[in-house]
């Protein structure tokens, strides 16, 4: 049930991570305790978002992300629905339609982005990549496939935490569909309210957030 309706997009992951301008020779691999390290040193985050589906739609907006557990997709203007966390819920809002679906943040593959409690060594793991510039990690709880999996990719950047610069990342639900999120402009450790991450309920034929 994760990302059902919003949103199915199918890209090469590597590729999301390569437009970081990063050094090209050789270096040793990136173990999964880097990883965890970046994502405990990243308390806050905002950046531009691009999704593409299968059929070449683009669709772009703003992402900020706050620690613990609140995250929100601010779409481009004229594109009536809203992703955001508040914290315990990641809420779906479509104000076309006036429709809100919820799931609780543990139910999500982003949970690995927005719970800093997580011991990501239970179900993560980093695949093996012949670009050393690239890091990707696979997020996925065997106890629950419901759950769905999440790639996130990074690109080696030694002014980002532990040295890696979060790209982006593809999610695959339980019904198989994937979903890309390609990030640039990222800033990390920013200040961020909370009030960001608040929203107005979906009424249908409005398109307020």
Request: proline share 7%; glycine share 6%; hydrophobic share 40%.
């Amino acid at each position: 049930m994760i990302w059902r309706r919003p949103i199915r997009f199918l890209a090469p992951a590597a590729a999301i991570a390569l437009a970081a301008p990063v050094a090209v020779h050789a270096q040793a691999p990136v173990t999964l305790a880097t990883v965890q390290q970046h994502l405990a040193q990243t308390n806050s985050m905002t950046a531009a978002f691009t999704q593409t589906d299968r059929a070449g739609k683009v669709l772009t907006g703003t992402l900020t992300l706050k620690k613990p557990g609140k995250i929100r997709f601010q779409y481009e203007k004229g594109v009536p629905i809203l992703v955001v966390s508040d914290g315990k819920s990641l809420y779906f809002l479509d104000y076309q339609v006036g429709q809100k679906q919820r799931w609780p943040i543990g139910n999500s593959p982003l949970g690995i982005l927005l719970d800093p409690s997580r011991d990501a060594s239970r179900y993560a793991r980093v695949l093996p990549e012949s670009d050393s510039r690239v890091v990707s990690v696979e997020a996925y709880d065997p106890k629950h496939p419901e759950y769905g999996r999440i790639t996130l990719i990074f690109a080696r950047n030694a002014s980002a935490p532990a040295g890696l610069m979060l790209q982006g990342w593809v999610t695959l639900d339980a019904q198989n569909n994937r979903t890309t999120i390609r990030l640039s402009d990222q800033r990390f450790n920013v200040p961020v309210a909370d009030s960001a991450f608040r929203f107005n309920e979906p009424r249908r034929g409005t398109n307020r957030r």
